[in-house]
């Protein structure tokens, strides 16, 4: 079975300073790896995704994540914060192949700060 | 991507009722799921809908508490029955778009308190 820890549930930051929210994961077979955000009373948002190839993924929003396979991790980066990025994340995974169910972590509450 | 769309967005029920979520795509799916997110907690799959098939239903979650239909490609209603105050929480939808996106995106999601 595959499980997700995301090491941190809150994490506050001043704006414009750097972020890395940090996702673990484990699993016995190939998986594929996605950060979610969640703004306040609305549904998920996709922000990145790794399924293959390059392990470093580039999404939305200026955030960035490394696939680390020895180290079953998946860290949340971005260089510079915006108050608009104060937001629920959730790191997630699902075995690799396509239409099978997401198993997410606790989340992280980032909170940027003026 | 695709474009989700759930109704109601909020309600507020009394207990021993029931209410059926409605989640419309704007493009035909394989496959849609249903997540519960209680307050303050990550997503948990209630169910996976595929169309033409019943749905499956993930360890803890049952079909008479929580039915869904799925008769076409474009929708899925789930139901949630004899509500009591542990069902306050709110209801998510997600698709994974038909052609090997291996993506799951997601609506707005219901968010249901019950009394």
């Known amino acids: 079975a595959q499980s997700v820890t995301q090491l941190d549930s809150q994490v506050p930051v001043f704006e414009e300073a750097p972020v890395e929210l940090r996702c673990n994961y484990s699993?016995?077979?190939?998986?594929?790896l996605f950060w979610y955000v969640q703004y306040p009373n609305q549904g998920l948002q996709l922000l990145l995704k790794?399924?293959?190839?390059?392990?470093l993924v580039k999404g939305i929003n200026g955030f960035e994540a490394e696939f680390n396979k020895s180290q079953t991790s998946f860290h949340l980066r971005k260089p510079s914060v915006h108050i608009s990025d104060t937001a629920e994340y959730f790191c997630?995974?699902?075995?690799?192949?396509?239409?099978?169910?997401?198993?997410f972590g606790a989340g992280t509450r980032l909170a940027v700060h003026p | 991507s695709a474009v989700i769309s759930q109704k109601p967005s909020r309600d507020i029920c009394q207990r021993g009722t029931s209410l059926t979520i409605q989640c419309q795509v704007d493009?035909?799916?394989?496959?849609m799921f249903w997540y519960r997110q209680q307050p303050g907690q990550s997503l948990t799959l209630i169910a996976t809908?595929?169309?033409?098939?019943?749905?499956?239903?993930e360890s803890g979650f049952v079909i008479d508490k929580f039915p869904i239909s799925r008769p076409n490609l474009t929708f899925s209603t789930l139901t949630v029955s004899n509500m009591s105050p542990e069902d306050s929480s709110i209801y998510l939808c997600?698709?994974?778009?038909?052609?090997?996106?291996?993506?799951?995106?997601f609506g707005p999601g219901t968010r249901l308190t019950v009394l």
């Open positions: 790794y399924l293959s190839g390059s392990t």
């Open positions: 699993s016995s077979v190939s998986v594929y």
């Open positions: 809908a595929n169309q033409g098939s019943e749905a499956t239903y």
């Open positions: 493009s035909q799916v394989t496959m």
């Open positions: 997630a995974v699902s075995l690799s192949g396509g239409y099978n169910k997401l198993i």
């Open positions: 997600s698709v994974e778009v038909t052609g090997g996106t291996d993506t799951q995106y």
